[in-house]
């Protein structure tokens, strides 16, 4: 029997960069997520996009209101934590002096996962790094260090994804690859919140969809919420 408890749950989740709530960037939010769901967390920019998935990641704790995962109040530090969420929302979380494919290996190793050279040659051909899968982080174009971080984060266990806007940088056939990864990480049983600008990634991949603005938050399906990126 599918295990019932949610993998994000925020109720009244209020957030700021100060001491009260008069800092305040995002509204309060309000959300569930489900194994086998994809959320897309959209909005202009400023509304707090990207504070949101901080919260949901134990980065930054809220003003008010709670944020839980895997059922329990957020903790980034615990063992659990980190054995199922795997995330990429920080451009610079590479290790310099690896190559591509040291990386990959070290996150791979690093998590207990079997097969790692197998896995690792298929995650740097998907990604289109197989030419490129011996160079160090800062010999690569700023679109295959994005290519890198996702790749990074495919190579991991998980049961909870979270990005922020995976799509930077990528070109149409790339975006199309993720699409298909974050579907595939749906009929897993996985689940993501993601914050994006990019509404085809919405419609072909997210099961629902939170628009953040200076007035609140609102509930969308996939289509609604693609309206609601390209009327911005």
């Known amino acids: 029997m599918p295990d019932p408890t949610p993998l994000v749950r925020t109720k009244g989740l209020t957030l700021g960069y100060g001491a009260d709530l ?3 960037v995002c509204p309060p939010v309000s959300v569930s997520v489900a194994p086998g769901q994809v959320l897309a967390v959209i909005g202009a920019n400023g509304t707090g996009k990207s504070t949101f998935l901080r919260a949901v990641a ?9 944020v839980q995962t895997f059922g329990r109040p957020v903790d980034e530090r615990a063992a659990w934590f980190r054995a199922y969420t795997a995330m990429l929302l ?13 990386h990959l290996l070290l996150t791979a190793r690093g998590h207990g996962v ?21 160079a160090i982080p ?7 260090r994005r290519r890198l971080l996702l790749s990074a984060v495919f190579v991991r266990p998980r049961k909870l994804l979270l990005l922020d806007e995976p799509e930077q940088r990528l070109d149409s056939g790339m ?6 990864r974050l ?14 600008h990019d509404p085809v990634l919405v419609r072909r991949s997210a099961t629902a969809a939170v628009l953040l603005t200076e007035d609140g938050v609102t509930r969308h399906s996939p289509e609604d919420g693609a309206r609601a990126i390209e009327a911005l």
Do not use: C, I, N, W
Request: charged share 25%; aromatic share 2%.
């Open 90 to 102: 920080d451009e610079d979380s590479y290790l310099p002096a690896l190559t591509v494919r040291e």
């Open 175 to 180: 975006r199309d690859r993720l699409a298909q």
């Open 138 to 144: 800062t010999a690569l174009s700023s679109g295959q």
């Open 22 to 24: 008069a800092s305040r």
């Open 58 to 66: 134990g980065l930054l704790p809220p003003l008010a209101g709670s």
């Open 183 to 196: 579907v595939a990480e749906r009929a897993a049983g996985g689940g993501v919140v993601m914050a994006t």
């Open 114 to 134: 079997k097969g790692v050279s197998d896995l690792v040659s298929d995650l740097v051909a998907e990604f289109g790094l197989t030419d490129r899968q011996h």
